[in-house]
């Protein structure tokens, strides 16, 4: 699959089936994530959270980057051999670096509680460490799917699966009058579950006993680890970035105010439906055009793989800046609405990351993973200072604009640094044009409905308008190319859907 043709087509049908899981997924881990708050009150919620967040920042940190790098070496690496290689080095790996976190966390739970001043913080921590035991078999499971381009296996085991169990499991404890038990319970399950998910589905190719048979191979663990650390690096500090302004916030502030931010957590994570559906196999793809020193259709699938997200989830994002009140009030109740302003800085903000496409991938696909480290340093500089300032002055508002600005510093520095490698860049007047009609349209249903209540249809029925005017804004500002219009082609031929009356559109905009 070496022309770009090929790849989009690759990418749609695996974009099409990650978006679908991840759609369903979202509205299971959505429920779930309402479930929690509202059976539990701020300060509660805002304690179990700070553990949760701790162990999982920990745990995305102690696989050391290796799951990306199974991916990638196995991406390039046909021989059989060479790949039992791979995988026995990865899974050893990312393990002994997983079960030395848990035994930190474990043996310094009560240090960790007393800098949160909430001694009820350690009991939390402890409960949790099944998830850090079980992360890294989930991820280097998913990485290896990854590579076979097994997008299915991987979406039930990655995202459905744990989520459909875990909201079964959290439902009935709340129904019994235990939602401690029950949030710690969901999730464990997004890490446990989805290991023994993941698992099963590499075995269906792959023999396990053939993995522990014997020792992984050194040379292959030096290779691996001398392309995963530079990752691993990086990933502390991008999960620094990530996790902070939480540990930040229980550190000058008290647990409610934890629990109004830890609340919105769940709701940014809609900025990212279509990134992570296209970034699935994205990272494969681009691996391959960059290996048969194709760099013109690297270019052609991250501008356009960027254009797409951009235009897919412009409304989502204005939707959830625009209208914070009304999704707050939606989904956690009254007592949560100090959170929207905060919601509405994230949301508007971190729409910067979608602008630059899937840059962490690419960093990747073209062997420099040290750009994620020399990119995420300043960064995290920049977030700890800003939250220092702002955090007591300003609050969770301060904390969420501390974070928007370590994160514009972190993907500014990667984008320029894949410009300067192999030439590529994410930005296109397609992808920005557009936006400029919808935004206004979205101006105007805001000034149409203040002082109305919006519930849920009311809502809905404000994203289907936004969805609307962006199409209309498509069109209008004739962003289409001949190249969208063979993605779409090899959609309908993926899919077997005819999307003809589409095609005419495109082909007559002005």
Not at 55 to 68: C, E, F, K, Y
Not at 252 to 260: I, N, P, Q, R, T
Request: aromatic share 12%; no cysteine.
């Amino acid at each position: 699959m070496s022309s770009i043709a090929d790849s989009l087509g690759g990418l749609v049908k695996s974009a099409g089936i990650v978006l679908a899981g991840t759609v369903v997924a979202s509205v299971l881990g959505i429920l779930a994530e309402i479930l929690i708050p509202r059976a539990l009150v701020p300060a509660v919620y805002g304690r179990l959270g700070l553990a949760y967040g701790i162990v999982s920042a920990v745990s995305s940190l102690a696989i050391l980057g290796i799951p990306n790098g199974v991916t990638r070496f196995l991406s390039e690496k046909e021989s059989a051999h060479n790949r039992v290689d791979v995988l026995q080095s990865g899974y050893a790996i990312s393990l002994a670096g997983a079960a030395i976190a848990a035994a930190a966390i474990y043996l310094g739970r009560f240090e960790i509680a007393s800098l949160m001043d909430d001694p009820e913080v350690a009991p939390l921590l402890a409960a949790f460490v099944p998830y850090l035991l079980a992360f890294p078999i989930a991820k280097v499971s998913v990485g290896v799917l990854r590579a076979e381009g097994r997008t299915t296996a991987a979406t039930l085991a990655q995202r459905i699966g744990p989520r459909v169990l875990g909201l079964a499991f959290v439902a009935g404890l709340i129904a019994a009058g235990r939602p401690v038990a029950g949030a710690i319970g969901y999730w464990l399950s997004l890490s446990v579950v989805g290991a023994l998910l993941a698992l099963y589905a590499v075995r269906q190719h792959i023999d396990i006993g053939s993995l522990v048979a014997r020792l992984p191979n050194r040379d292959t663990v030096r290779e691996l680890w001398s392309f995963s650390w530079p990752l691993a690096a990086g990933a502390s500090l991008h999960i620094m970035l990530a996790n902070v302004d939480i540990v930040m916030l229980g550190y000058f502030l008290d647990s409610a105010s934890v629990g109004y931010y830890r609340s919105i957590q769940p709701l940014k994570q809609v900025i990212f439906f279509f990134s992570g559906s296209f970034a699935f196999l994205f990272l494969p793809l681009a691996t391959k055009h960059y290996s048969q020193g194709d760099f013109d259709g690297l270019d052609a699938l991250y501008t356009v793989t960027t254009k797409w997200i951009v235009w897919l989830t412009f409304p989502t994002v204005l939707l959830f800046t625009l209208f914070s009140p009304a999704v707050i009030q939606l989904f956690f109740g009254t007592a949560y609405l100090p959170a929207a302003p905060a919601l509405s800085v994230l949301m508007a903000g971190l729409f910067y990351r979608v602008l630059v496409g899937l840059d962490g991938d690419m960093v990747k696909a073209i062997n420099r993973p040290r750009v994620e480290f020399f990119a995420a340093v300043p960064g995290v500089l920049v977030n700890v200072i800003l939250n220092t300032a702002l955090i007591p002055r300003f609050g969770i508002v301060g904390a969420a604009f501390a974070t928007v600005i370590g994160y514009v510093v972190y993907n500014t520095i990667e984008v320029v640094a894949i410009y300067r490698t192999v030439g590529s860049y994410p930005f296109s007047w397609a992808s920005f044009n557009p936006l400029i009609p919808t935004t206004i349209t979205g101006g105007g249903l805001l000034w149409m409905t203040t002082g109305w209540t919006l519930g849920l249809f009311g809502l809905g029925v404000v994203g289907i308008l936004l969805y609307t005017a962006q199409f209309a804004s498509i069109l209008l500002t004739g962003s289409f190319t001949q190249t969208d219009i063979q993605l779409i082609k090899k959609f309908e031929q993926r899919f077997d859907v005819n999307l003809s009356r589409l095609r005419w559109l495109i082909r007559n905009q002005p």
